[in-house]
């Protein structure tokens, strides 16, 4: 099993969003096209009348799909408290497991699972319940990180900040072809600058996996810049 997909520390990653915040503020400073406005874009493009968002943290992205869309938007995280602030926002959330969605078949036009696919323990199983409950032809939007995301920050370690991706760009097409019977790759790569070594360190301190790597992240002078290497995949059911 990978860290990234160790149900106990998920869990415990996932109930506040302190550390999930510092992460989130580093990337305002991206470069390059949006894997948030591509997959947004993904789903605009099937005009959505209901949608299941897995891994719905905070709710923004629901929020909007509800808001812009008009699609009814159902939510579903393991942690109470993302699913709190997610119906705090109006949206319909629930605490569940995408292994074991209770919904009936068919039960939606698309889905999306944001950053979060690696965090799944049985992959395949979570796969298989996806397709399950969309319609024939419906479509999952699944938005993931290379494993060579931010190599010029983790290679400062020279192989002690390697950590490896359940679900990437590398291995994602893969693993959905094995439930959908169509999967696009939409790449949204581009740039995060970390304007000093105390930016990189406290960046590293809220990782999921690497935070004990902080303390010993290699001094560097000025900014860094990192290649943010992110791709959204586009699946379709099978009709």
Known sequence: MSPLNDLELVRAEYADESRFAVRAAAWRNATGPSPRETAFAALAEVEPRRVLEVGCGRGELAERIAGELGAEVVGLDQSERMVALTRARGVEALVGDVQELTFPDASFDAAVAAWMLYHVPDLDRALAELARVLRPGGRLVA?????????????????????????????????????????????????????????????????VTRRDLADRLPRFEGPLVCSRIVSVFVAEAAQ
């Open 143 to 207: 938005v993931t990180n290379s494993d060579r995301n931010l190599h010029e920050l983790w290679g400062l370690y020279r192989g002690a900040g390697t950590r490896s991706n359940p679900f990437s760009v590398e291995n994602g097409a893969e693993q959905l072809a094995r439930h959908f019977a169509r999967v696009e790759r939409r790449d949204s790569n581009g740039t995060v600058t970390f304007p000093d070594w105390e930016a990189a360190r406290i960046y590293v301190a809220a990782s």
